[in-house]
Each structure stands twice: as structure tokens, then as C-alpha cells.
């Protein structure tokens, strides 16, 4: 890539807040039902009928706002967007257009270099997803409409666009989805589109203020997917102006076979959408009461975690951040510091053992064991009766059997030999069979010490304790230093 | 015993004293509607059977000893505007785009009609999605003057008013937008009541302005508009712009007269008042005085603003709800290659040229480059006419003005003249742009025998005092003589 120039990036997200019924009726929000039996005369957008706010999404929206540092309005309002499509049933998509529900906010992205990058929010605000068309079904080439997904509340969330690279952008989004699934807002599911990212993007001369001409690429389904698409996009735009070539304003798609983006539709001409206030709803108030129940029970977000695992548990960063990628996982994280001490131990086992194995679900994880039974494992290797080598193994037994560590230890006889005595004439035999080695140590090839210790394990089946087999053979072979 | 001359109250009290009974009410209009009908045209569908059954199951539920208690619209048979959503009748707004559709749900005003014991007998004529003052623009046939059968009726629920006029029904349901009910209340000589925006529920009401569209009443006596608002106004949650604000019940008493402050603004009585229609307000005014009312001439400043303002605003509100008639889930759809095609040629068949001619005006004045020329300045302009009600109702306790500048104009006389017919509605554009209540009564006949309507106009949530001042001046008139059928 041409080092003069420089992309800007600024990202949309549509996050799909889980409520259990729609924005403005009281039909079922629960994904995967048969078309078109969530519906009802409002999201079918019948003559007569009339929205009317569903509070929890409001609830929603406040969690999510607070989580990402936005001004939370207490008086925001809600416009209709008009265009037609087959997917949206009354003609308009009701959503907030000059006022918004939280505004001014910021995501800390953090950077390869272990620091973090603040990337401003411009706004988040709520509106009514569409429904679903699927094309050429059939012979006769018909297309259909579902509209279980219409009415469903999302928040938009709209980042400044001030994002300067391909990974930053997939950071800013695994982090905003953190924060939402940490808020309790959106299960960060892109697949089934709940989580949906549109990316903007330009390339400018370095140093330069002014944007350049802006590609739109929508609908990209995988946090790999958008760094992909963004590079391609952001080389592909250098090359043409490094060739002497213009841009235009596209939307575009990511194609990951072709490994390409495709121009979906041309964007000359902006849509006039011809916004004006909804006169069937009200302006959306906040009234002090509302605000502290939607709050009451939010607990610190990713970031916030992350910073204490580090800083007051000694946690490192890597570890940190793969346990504040989901908030269960974190919970877990905490529970087990709770019952069983040593952070930085319990930080490890989760993040590079425990981790794979773990059922992530939405809002929603099933771990492989439970938090007490992996505190009872660490009990285990606490009090010296378990390696670290065999507690692997010991896991994955647990993991498989459901059963606890000590009765896993006792019915394969995986106990640690703490019995001095049978160590010290384990040690005794090692060095009488490896004289020349012996020799060669106390000569000075202090490096042999592993050998010793090797042929102590294998001897003792694996159950000792390498640390004091270090000790004991290091005691006969050179008592000096000892 | 003629029980189609009967007002609501007198009828439910000879059911309470068992004189008569639901059937014989119901074969009563059945009757009359059969003879009259043809010449008026009021109905776009009539539902003669079901009426039938309804009235046989109220006659056993009044079996029950103190059942009539609990049902103030008791026996009331209701001639229904076809922009209300019935689940048991068609529901077409006036409208090709709507012909056969079938609505899944009753409007929250249908409800509770029924709720209170009132008779649905059909669905009423319309100018098409209520955009019109003549009931000519309905995609059916017009609707006749019962007075006149050459004349209109008004508009848009011209059929309500003629069904109320004609004795077909005591009590009809219509729709205020700018003056939809009053209007026509006024041309054919019965009472039009549009209650504050959102004293009544608008869920299942067909939307045109949603902003301005009001559930109205229409009846031959204030003591019936007030019965029929009573069972209907009050908070509902499926519609958040209905207000909370608790309605007063109970009998209505007609208010003093002595000392009533009666505010009347000289801009609604320009030159483009006919003189019989001045007259007439005048004479009443002069009722009014002798009973002891100060009468207070004064001015509202914007009055002028409230046509271009409405042109504008309501145009732009219909444009948005009008769009969700596209041919995909209900409704009319017009064959065509692709889907661009059939939007354009569903709309096209589906709508007539007064609804295609307001939602270009509404699209234009929503426009990116002209809404803030247009729509914004409109609603700057509606702000300083709810402020001229503010002002005036700190001089007075109720504003008089004529309902409708001129008399039932001939069918056909303004069709072609779109301007003409935004001036039917410039008395009863105001008190729509400011949500206030304002009230239709017939006050006399001009020379041709046709009736002049006289408009009352109260303060915000002042429906009670409203009704109790319309029915003292009602009783200063006599009673129109029906018209001859
Ligand atoms: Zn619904």
C-alpha cells in the first residue's frame, strides 16, 4: 500500500435489541419461526392500525447508550424514512432522524500495541427492522415476503469516521459487540443477522482534512470478512488515483470466494427520503424513574474489566482481552478468582484451555465444567497433590465424565508422590544408573539437571512433583550448592 | 309511533319501559332506509341480516332485569363512515385501492359502539381516503343533499351525514380531518361534533392526517353527539396520541346563557360568506344576545395562515400514510412485469385524480430542497393559530362562526375546481389545526330550503362546557323540518 495515502473508515452498525416482543406491537421478536406468523396488524402495516413504543427497547437503547459513553436524551423523537420495498410493509421505516436517542459517545478500540485508540459514536438511535424478501422461489420465478423480522427493534449505532485501518475497523466492531452483549442489549450473532455492519470507506492523501469519495459496503456477515473487504477496497481505491483515475460513489459487497468487492448499486443522486416527524408517536421521554431502572443493574462493561484483570489481578493483556469477549465468559473468570485465588492462573486456564471448549449462544454460554469444579481442580495442584502436566488431563477427563477432579485422581491413582522417601530413592537409583552423567555434572554441565529430572518422572510414572525432584537431585548430586 | 324520528335517548328509555324492542327499532330503519336510500345513496354497504341478529340478541340480553344499565347507546342504530376498520363488513375508504378488503380488526370507536349497545347498519359514503368536501370524489357514485337530491351533501363523511339527515339512522361515526364532519353536519342540517384531537381512540380509523384526523359523532341533537362521544372518548393503549385526560360523564344539562361570553371573529365572516349563511349567524347571535349573552367581536390574526397551512400539512401526512397502499400485501395490485411497474400501476388504477393530486403536493412539500419552505413553515404557521385560540379563549368562553361559508352547492359545481373545494372547509380548518373541539348545529334554512350549519368552537379539553353551551343554543331554534323524501 502507498504510504501517501491514508484511509478514513466510519462504521454502522444494526444491532437487534433483545426484546422479547417488537418495537411498536406486541408480537413475538423469536428468530427462525415459520414466514409470516409473528404478525399483526401493526407490523403488517394495515390501514387504521397505529405504533405504539414497546418500553423495553427503550430500556434497551439507554443500556447500550450508557455503555458507549453517549449523552442519553431525554426527549428524542421519532421520523419516518420513506421508500417502498416489498419488506417494508407501511411504505416509511419508522426510526429517529434529527434527534436520536443517545448521541456524542466513544468506543476504545485497542491497538496491536497494547494501547487503546478512542473512537467517537456520532449517535445510536432506535428503528423498526424490515422484513425479509426472498427472490426467484419456484418455477415461476415468484418472490415472497416474510415479515416476522419487521418491527423488530434495532439501534443503529454510527461511529465517527475517524477509523484508520482495515483491523481497527474488525476491532471496533468485535469491541462494540462485546459491549452490547456485555449491556445485555444484543446477542452479537452476525450470522443471523442481529449484528450487521456497513462499512464507509475513502482514501485521502495523508495530512489532507478533506474526505474522499466514500464507498458503502454493506451487509458483511463476519468480523474477518469486513478487514478483508476494507483492504481490498482501501488498494483498490489507492490504485485507481495513484493511475490517475476517479472514484465514484458505490455501494459495494463482499465477495469472499472471489475474495472481491461487488458494485451492488450506484449511489449518484442521493435517496430523499423525505423524513418528517411520525405524528402517531409522541416524543420518546425518559423520565428520571425509567432511566434508573434501565441502569440499575448494568455492570461494568468490557473495557472496564479488562483495565482491572490487568492492572489490580496482574492479568496480561492477551489473556484480559479474550475473557472480556463475551460477559459470561468473564463472570466465570471472576467466580473462579473468587474461590480459588492465583488470577493470573485462572486468567490462563480460561483464555487458552477452558475457552475452546465453552458454547457461546447469543446472551448465552455453556461452560465444559463448572466454575466449582475447576476450583476444585486448582485445590488439587494448590496443595501439591496434582502437576501441572497431569491437570490437563485431568480437565479433559472432567470435561468428558462431568465428574469431579479428586474423583477422578482416585480412581486413576494420579496422585502426586509427595512421599519423600520413595522420591529420595527414586533420585538415589537415577544417579547410580547414570554415573557418567553424574560425573559430567558435577564437573560443571549444570545443564544435565533436566536429564536427571526426566529419568525421575519417567521412573515415577509422571505423579511427581518436578520442582522438588529439581531440589532432591540437585542436593545429591552437588551438596555444595545446595 | 314514527321510531326513526326518535332521538337515541327517548328510544333507549321506551326500551327500558318496554314500549318497544331492538327489533322493532331496527325494522323501523330498515323500512326507511329500503324507501329512501335509492335517492340519497348514503351507504356504500349495508348489513341488513347481521343487523337483524344484533337486534334479536339485545332483545334477550335486556331480558335481564337492569341489562339496559350498562348500555348507554342501547338500541342506537349506527350508520358507520368506510374508513372505520369492521371485521364483520367491508372497509374500502371511499377507494378502488381498498374495494372487497376486509379488515382483520374493529376500530377501538366500533368497540365500544358496540360495547355501549349500539347497532351497526352499514358503512357510510366517503370522498376517497376522506380527501374532499362533497362526497363526490368516492370511487363509487356520490352521495345526495337529502334536502336537495341535486345538491351534495358535503364531505368527506357525506354518507354519515345524509344516513343522520334521511332518518336512516339516529346516530352516525364520521371523521374530522378539517372539517369532515362538521362541513357536511352543516349542509345537511344535522349536528357534527369533532371532539379535541385525541379525545377519542384513532386505532382503526383509516389515517389521512394523523395529526388532524379526529373520530366525530353525528346526530340530529347535541344530547345525542354528547351520548356518542361519552361512549367513545377516553384513553385507549393502542392508539399513544389519544389523550389521558379523564372525560366528564353524566347527564348533559344545558348551560346558562345569561352572561356567557360568546366571541365571534370577524375573519371567518368575509366576503366569501353567502348572505343567507351570514344572516343566519346572525340571527343567532341576536338569540343569543336576548337570552343574555355578551357577544365580543374579535379578531384571530392568522385565521388567513389556516388553508395554505393545512394544504400543505395535511397533503404531507396523507403522501406517508398513503404509502403503504402498493399492491404487496392487500388491497389492490395491479398486474406488470416487475416491481417497480406494479407500484406504479396498482397506485395508478387504485387511486382517484383528487388522492394522486394531494400525494404529489405531499410528496413535493417533503421534498429534500423545499421542506423546509413548505412543511416546516406550515408548521410554524399552525403554532400561531393554536396561539390565536389561546388568546381569544382568555376574552370569551366559546367562539361563534359559520360552519360552512356557503349552503349545499349543486353536484358536479366544484368537481373540476379543486380551489373551490378548499374553500368549503375554511371555516372548520382552525379549530383542526389547533385540536380544539368545535361543533356543527343546524340553525335555519336559507331561501332554497337548505340548511344553514352554525359552528361552536371551545378551548382544549373543553368538550363538556362545549356540549352544554351547543345545547343551550340549540334550544333557542326550532327544529328543522325533515327533509321530504
Ligand atoms: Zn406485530
Known amino acids: ?482 | 309511533m314514527n321510531l326513526t324520528a326518535l332521538p337515541v335517548s327517548t328510544l333507549r328509555e321506551g326500551l327500558r319501559q318496554r314500549r318497544w324492542c331492538v327489533r322493532e327499532i331496527v325494522d323501523a330503519q330498515l323500512a326507511e332506509i329500503a324507501r329512501v336510500e335509492p335517492s340519497v345513496k348514503a351507504f356504500l354497504h349495508l348489513a341488513e341480516a347481521s343487523l337483524r341478529d344484533a337486534a334479536g340478541a339485545l332483545d334477550a340480553r335486556l331480558e335481564r332485569p337492569h341489562a339496559i344499565d350498562a348500555l348507554p347507546l342501547a338500541g342506537a342504530v349506527v350508520a358507520v363512515k368506510d374508513a372505520f376498520c369492521t371485521r364483520a363488513m367491508p372497509t374500502t375508504c371511499g377507494s378502488k385501492m381498498l374495494e372487497g378488503y376486509r379488515a382483520p380488526y374493529d376500530a377501538t370507536a366500533v368497540e365500544r359502539l358496540e360495547a355501549a349497545g349500539a347497532l351497526l347498519v352499514g358503512k357510510t359514503n366517503m370522498d376517497e381516503f376522506a380527501m374532499g368536501s362533497s362526497t363526490e370524489h368516492s370511487a363509487y357514485f356520490a352521495t345526495r343533499n337529502p334536502y336537495d337530491l341535486t345538491r351534495t351533501p358535503g364531505g368527506s363523511s357525506g354518507g354519515s351525514a345524509a344516513a343522520v339527515a334521511a332518518r336512516m339512522a339516529p346516530v352516525a361515526l364520521g371523521s374530522d380531518t378539517g372539517g369532515s364532519v362538521r362541513q357536511p353536519a352543516a349542509l345537511t342540517g344535522v349536528v357534527g361534533f369533532k371532539p379535541g384531537y385525541g379525545r377519542i381512540s384513532r386505532y382503526g380509523l383509516v389515517a389521512f392526517a394523523s395529526s388532524l384526523d379526529v373520530v366525530a359523532p353525528f346526530a340530529r341533537t347535541v344530547d345525542d353527539v354528547h351520548s356518542v362521544y361519552i361512549a367513545l372518548a377516553g384513553r385507549d393503549g393502542r392508539d399513544p396520541t389519544a389523550v389521558e385526560a379523564p372525560v366528564e360523564g353524566g347527564a348533559l344539562v344545558a348551560a346558562p346563557l345569561r352572561g356567557l361570553r360568546v366571541g365571534v371573529p370577524r375573519e371567518y365572516l368575509g366576503p366569501g360568506v353567502e348572505a343567507a349563511v351570514g344572516d343566519a349567524v346572525a340571527a343567532s347571535l341576536a338569540l343569543m344576545r336576548a337570552a343574555g349573552a355578551e357577544v365580543i367581536d374579535l379578531s384571530m390574526p392568522h385565521t388567513a395562515l389556516a388553508g395554505p397551512c393545512y394544504y400543505v400539512l395535511a397533503p404531507a401526512e396523507a403522501s406517508s400514510n398513503l404509502a403503504r397502499f402498493d399492491g404487496v400485501r392487500y388491497g389492490l395490485r395491479a398486474p406488470a412485469r416487475e416491481l417497480l411497474g406494479m407500484y406504479g400501476a396498482t397506485r395508478d388504477a387504485g387511486f382517484g385524480d383528487e388522492v394522486k393530486r394531494r400525494i404529489l403536493i405531499g410528496t413535493f412539500v417533503l421534498s429534500a430542497g423545499y421542506v423546509d419552505a413548505y412543511y416546516a413553515q406550515a408548521q410554524r404557521a399552525r403554532a400561531l393559530i393554536a396561539d390565536d385560540f389561546v388568546r381569544a379563549f382568555a376574552r370569551c368562553d366559546v367562539l361563534v362562526t359559520p360552519t360552512s361559508p356557503t349552503t349545499a352547492f349543486a353536484l358536479g359545481a366544484r368537481h373540476h375546481d379543486p380551489v373551490a373545494m378548499y374553500q368549503a372547509d375554511l371555516c372548520t380548518l382552525p379549530a383542526s389545526l389547533a385540536g380544539v373541539p368545535a361543533i356543527s348545529l343546524p340553525v335555519g334554512l336559507d331561501g332554497a330550503g337548505l340548511p344553514v350549519g352554525l359552528q361552536l368552537i371551545g378551548p382544549r379539553l373543553g368538550e363538556r362546557r362545549l356540549l352544554e353551551i351547543a345545547a343551550a343554543v340549540e334550544s333557542l331554534h326550532r327544529q328543522l323540518p325533515p327533509p321530504t323524501l
Open chain 1, 1 to 482: 500500500m502507498s504510504n501517501a495515502y491514508e484511509p478514513v473508515i466510519g462504521l454502522e452498525v444494526h444491532a437487534q435489541l433483545r426484546t422479547s416482543t417488537k418495537i411498536f406491537c406486541r408480537c413475538s421478536t423469536r428468530f427462525g419461526g415459520a414466514p409470516n406468523t409473528q404478525i399483526c396488524p401493526v407490523c403488517l402495516g394495515l390501514p387504521g392500525a397505529l405504533p405504539r413504543m414497546n418500553e423495553e427497547a427503550l430500556v434497551m437503547a439507554i443500556r447500550a447508550g450508557v455503555s458507549l459513553h453517549c449523552t442519553v436524551n431525554r426527549r428524542s423523537r421519532f421520523s419516518r424514512k420513506h421508500y417502498f420495498y416489498p419488506d417494508l410493509p407501511k411504505g416509511y421505516q419508522i426510526t429517529q432522524y434529527q434527534e436520536p436517542v443517545c448521541s456524542d459517545g466513544h468506543l476504545d478500540v485497542p491497538g496491536a500495541d497494547g494501547g487503546a485508540r478512542r473512537v467517537r459514536i456520532v449517535r445510536a438511535h432506535l428503528e423498526e427492522d424490515a422484513g425479509k424478501n426472498t427472490h426467484g422461489g419456484g418455477a415461476t420465478g415468484t418472490s415472497e415476503v416474510d415479515l416476522n423480522r419487521a418491527g423488530v427493534p434495532l439501534l443503529e449505532i454510527v461511529s465517527a469516521p475517524e477509523i484508520t485501518s482495515a483491523a481497527e475497523a474488525a476491532e471496533y466492531l468485535r469491541q462494540l459487540r462485546a459491549v452490547l452483549l456485555f449491556a445485555g442489549v444484543n446477542d452479537g450473532n452476525l450470522e443471523d443477522g442481529s449484528f450487521r455492519c456497513d462499512a464507509n470507506v475513502s482514501v485521502r492523501k495523508r495530512g489532507s482534512q478533506t474526505l474522499g469519495t466514500r464507498v458503502e459496503i454493506k451487509n458483511v456477515n463476519s468480523f474477518r470478512f469486513v478487514q478483508r473487504a476494507l483492504e481490498w477496497e482501501i488498494a483498490q481505491q489507492i490504485a485507481t488515483l495513484m493511475a490517475g483515475g476517479t472514484l465514484k460513489q458505490v455501494t459495494k459487497t463482499w465477495d469472499d470466494v472471489a475474495a472481491r468487492c461487488h458494485v451492488l448499486r450506484s449511489k449518484e443522486g442521493s435517496d430523499d427520503y423525505r423524513y418528517f416527524d411520525d405524528p402517531d408517536l409522541g416524543p420518546l421521554c425518559i423520565e428520571a424513574p425509567l432511566f434508573e431502572r434501565a441502569t440499575a443493574s448494568l455492570k461494568p462493561g468490557p473495557a472496564a474489566r479488562r483495565q482491572r484483570y490487568v492492572d489490580a489481578l496482574g492479568v496480561t493483556a492477551a489473556d484480559a482481552r479474550v475473557l472480556t469477549e463475551h460477559p459470561l465468559l468473564a463472570d466465570y473468570f471472576e467466580a473462579l478468582v473468587a474461590r480459588s485465588g492465583d488470577a493470573k492462573r485462572a486468567a490462563n486456564w480460561l483464555a487458552n484451555i477452558v475457552k475452546p471448549d465453552v458454547k457461546f449462544e447469543g446472551l448465552g454460554a455453556r461452560f465444559p465444567v463448572e466454575v466449582e469444579a475447576l476450583a476444585g481442580l486448582f485445590a488439587r495442584l494448590d496443595d501439591g497433590s496434582l502437576s501441572q502436566k497431569l491437570a490437563k488431563d485431568v480437565y479433559a477427563l472432567m470435561r468428558e465424565t462431568q465428574r469431579s477432579a479428586d474423583a477422578i485422581l482416585v480412581e486413576k491413582g494420579w496422585r502426586v508422590v509427595t512421599d519423600v522417601a520413595a522420591l529420595e530413592a527414586a533420585c538415589d537409583a537415577v544417579i547410580a544408573a547414570h554415573p557418567r552423567q553424574a560425573a559430567e555434572f558435577r564437573a560443571g554441565k549444570k545443564g544435565l539437571i533436566g536429564f536427571f529430572v526426566g529419568q525421575v518422572m519417567k521412573a515415577t510414572g509422571g505423579q511427581a512433583d518436578p520442582k522438588a525432584v529439581d531440589g532432591l537431585l540437585r542436593a545429591r548430586l552437588d551438596p555444595a550448592s545446595a
